[in-house]
């Protein structure tokens, strides 16, 4: 697809960039949302169809776009009372997904809420590079920011993982 | 060949074809998708068939790459592509599924005839008259299309003709006699021009 020129034909991005922007979202905002903020990124994105003009930066402009829906999403929730069935949505989510079960409901995988816990452009930056599989400068062209800026996040963010992951361990064994 | 089902990343991802369905559906159901496409398998292999809202615009051989025609439509019609099924490409499949059991001797689809222009476009319409089981040289569709010179120009609206089999470009051969180049091969002109004798002579007596 890269080598064509001129604009790509939707379907096809769909199914090569679609899975990706969908795992990216499961971490971002939870099992129980992604599905809607993924079907809103895809919709924005056609809508804005004929706005592609380098396919090189395809990626980036897509993953632009979910961040938004993402941080859309986030806003809605926080603005919304919280609702008592976080053990019913849970359990009614596909539980035949393994991408489910791992994340579930935003909170069934220790390692994805830590990440929802950095300051916000590590936990974006983190979360791109290893649910996205996007590179620096995709990173970086996402959050308006340098590669090199872009990197740093993730180096800062991997980091304090890390730290905080060696904290909880040490706390265990002394308990 | 069929780049859609095998080299894709989603066919892996659990749940994805749901997913892919609802941002389908609802763009359809929006107005945003121009050409929607399907591919079936007929007994030559799968067949591409892509219509957009005036009528089916795309019939892909199994011989043609799934990806680059969906390209070539992006470039040349619209890249507002979507698999989805559309009532033109059910009746499209229905009637191909006929045709190829020996059961239909003409298509009756709505054409959007926008992939071709100018000359071509004449060879082809003079094409689609040539009735099942008949066959006409690449001179006799120079002169129908009015310019009885442009003998090569008609050979190459033949070979780029965008609704193959629904618009019967098999059946023009070299004044020679010899069957002359296909889009699906040349195996499967044979095939078809054999089959259309065959169906056609019994159904004659």
């Known amino acids: 697809m890269s080598q064509s020129k001129g604009l790509p034909p939707f379907e096809l991005m769909l199914d090569r960039h679609g899975p990706a922007i969908h795992r990216f979202l499961v971490a971002r905002v939870g099992a129980d949302r992604a599905d809607d903020c ?13 706005g592609v003009r380098d396919r090189a930066k395809l990626r980036s402009w897509l993953f632009t776009i979910a961040v938004n829906k ?8 926080a603005r919304a009372p919280v609702p008592d069935d976080g053990i019913e949505a849970r359990a009614a989510a596909p539980g035949s997904d393994p991408v489910f079960e791992r994340v579930g409901g935003g909170s069934a995988d220790p390692v994805w809420d830590a990440v929802g816990l950095l300051p916000d452009k590590q936990a974006a930056a983190v979360t791109l590079r290893f649910r996205g599989d996007l590179t ?33 361990i040490r706390d265990e064994r002394t308990v | ?102 059961d239909r001797h003409l298509f009756e689809l709505d054409l959007d005839w926008r992939l071709t222009k100018g000359f071509r476009r004449d060879v082809l319409r003079q094409t689609a008259h040539i009735p099942y089981g008949v066959t006409a040289s690449y001179a006799e569709m120079a ?32 004044s020679d006699g010899s069957t002359g180049a296909y889009l699906g091969g040349p195996e499967m002109k044979v095939a078809l021009l054999e089959m259309e004798r065959g169906a056609g002579g019994a159904e004659r007596g």
């Open chain 2, 143 to 174: 002169e129908r299309a009015g310019r009885p010179r442009a003998v090569r120009a008609a050979g190459s609206a033949l070979a780029t003709n965008p609704l193959p089999i629904v618009i019967p470009c098999h059946r023009v051969l070299r």
């Open chain 1, 70 to 77: 993402a941080n859309d999403s986030h806003r809605a929730a």
């Open chain 2, 1 to 102: 060949m069929n780049a859609l089902s095998e080299n894709d990343a989603g066919a892996a991802y659990p749940g994805w074809e749901r997913l892919r369905a609802g941002v389908i559906e609802r763009g359809e159901a929006e107005g945003l998708i121009e050409i929607a496409f399907e591919s079936h398998d007929s007994p030559f292999g799968r067949i591409l068939v892509g219509a957009s809202g005036q009528g089916l615009v795309r019939v892909a051989l199994p011989e043609e790459d799934e990806e680059q025609v969906l390209e070539d439509l992006a470039r040349r019609a619209s890249a507002r592509i979507g698999r989805l099924p559309r009532p033109v490409l059910t009746a499209a499949r229905t009637q191909l599924d006929q045709y190829f059991a020996g």
């Open chain 1, 136 to 168: 620096h400068r995709e990173i970086g062209e996402v959050l308006g920011m340098s590669e090199d800026a872009a990197r740093r996040n993730v180096f800062e963010g991997l980091k304090r993982l890390r730290a905080d992951h060696a904290e909880r």
């Open chain 1, 38 to 50: 993924f079907q809103e990124t895809m919709i924005a994105a056609l809508r804005a169809w004929e």
